[in-house]
Nanobody, 127 residues
């Protein structure tokens, strides 16, 4: 069965960096579109980045564009999110999520409801 396990979260000062990892098992990473979704206390889930399995194109929310970078290593079954220039507003639980291979190409990558498998999340705290 599909399993996603995030790691790499932690506490960091504003302006700092973190690198999140997501280990995928039970499916081939190249067959699903993948994303990173965050949820802060009292706020709705926000898809911050998506990656299209077809050509590796990446998509970003305006709130993180230029600061975050999504990437994946299909051979290593891993998804990554590099977080730079962190702000207090970036404090949230970050989840990796897998969705159908048409999510990004259809323009629907930004909707959290389109992703059908989720990890347990990793906490990022920026002070």
């Amino acid at each position: 069965h599909v399993q996603l396990v995030e790691s790499g979260g932690g506490s960091v000062q504003a302006g700092g960096s973190l690198r999140l990892s997501c280990a995928a098992s039970g499916f081939a990473l190249s067959t699903y579109d993948m994303s990173w979704v965050r949820q802060a206390p009292g706020k709705e889930r926000e898809v911050v980045a998506g990656i299209y399995t077809g050509n590796g194109n990446a998509y970003y929310a305006d709130s993180v564009k230029g600061r975050f970078t999504i990437s994946q290593d299909n051979a290593d079954h891993s998804l990554f999110l590099q977080l730079n220039s962190l702000k207090s507003d970036d404090t949230a639980i970050y989840y990796c999520a897998a969705g159908p291979s048409f999510v990004c190409s259809s323009g629907s990558w930004g909707f959290a409801s389109n992703y059908h498998d989720w990890g347990q999340g990793t906490q990022v705290t920026v002070s």
